[in-house]
């Protein structure tokens, strides 16, 4: 089995996103012999540009070849792990860019008469979402949830987790109830693809 690790946040060791993200890896590590980790650090080493007319026309052979192994690697999983933290109400642009190489149409996507159609199966998604505030879903503030199940839906995969942490930034204590409470969310979590 193989397991897609990407982290997209810019407080390297300070990120909480990156700390739940880890520890879902690492859970699955221990339940999942012979798992397979590939991780990519989107805000880091493994960073990709953001999308524009040399990219799509695939240009700079460098670049062309960093957008065919997001997308080899991201095919080639049976589970990717996000660490995805909020910034002003959506995903980083380090995880949009991402997106923006593995929305393949022919490849992850197709469109039809009946409109499009996903081409993405067998994959689950979990994601750690982190936030400074309180921003639930249904407060209409959080667009980090629902653009990722719109995105990985129109993909095809169904399967999509959130494991998240609120109000990280309002006080010391709460921070540390919030991560406890994603850390018990975590071990909850069955290690099994989708």
Same mark, same amino acid.
Request: hydrophobic share 50%; proline share 7%; no cysteine.
């Given at each position: 089995m193989k397991l897609l690790h990407l982290d997209t946040s810019i407080l390297g060791e300070r990120s909480a996103s990156r700390a739940l993200s880890a520890a879902i890896v690492a859970r699955w590590q221990r339940d999942v012999p012979g798992l397979e980790?590939?991780?990519?650090?989107?805000?880091?080493?493994? =960073?990709?540009?953001?999308?524009? #007319?040399?990219? !799509? /026309?695939?240009?700079?052979? =460098?670049?062309?070849?960093?957008? #065919?192994?997001? !997308? /080899?690697?991201f095919l080639a999983a049976d589970v990717v792990v996000i660490?995805?933290?909020?910034y002003n109400f959506g995903i980083p642009s380090q995880l949009k860019a991402w997106i923006d190489r593995i929305a393949v149409a022919g490849t992850t996507f197709r469109y039809t008469a009946n409109g499009p159609e996903g081409l993405v199966r067998g994959k689950r998604v979990i994601v750690a979402a982190t936030y400074g505030g309180r921003h639930p879903v249904e407060s209409g503030r959080n667009f980090v949830e629902p653009y990722l199940r719109q995105v990985f839906g129109f993909l095809g995969i169904d399967a999509v987790e959130f494991v998240s942490a609120e109000a990280l930034n309002v006080s010391p204590?709460?921070?540390?109830?919030?991560?406890?409470?994603?850390?018990?969310?975590i071990d909850a979590l069955p290690a099994r693809a989708a």
């Open positions: 980790v590939i991780h990519r650090d989107l805000a880091g080493l493994h =960073a990709l540009p953001h999308l524009d #007319a040399p990219s !799509l /026309a695939k240009a700079d052979p =460098a670049e062309a070849a960093r957008s #065919a192994r997001a !997308l /080899a690697d660490g995805a933290p909020m204590e709460q921070r540390t109830q919030a991560l406890e409470s994603a850390q018990a969310a």
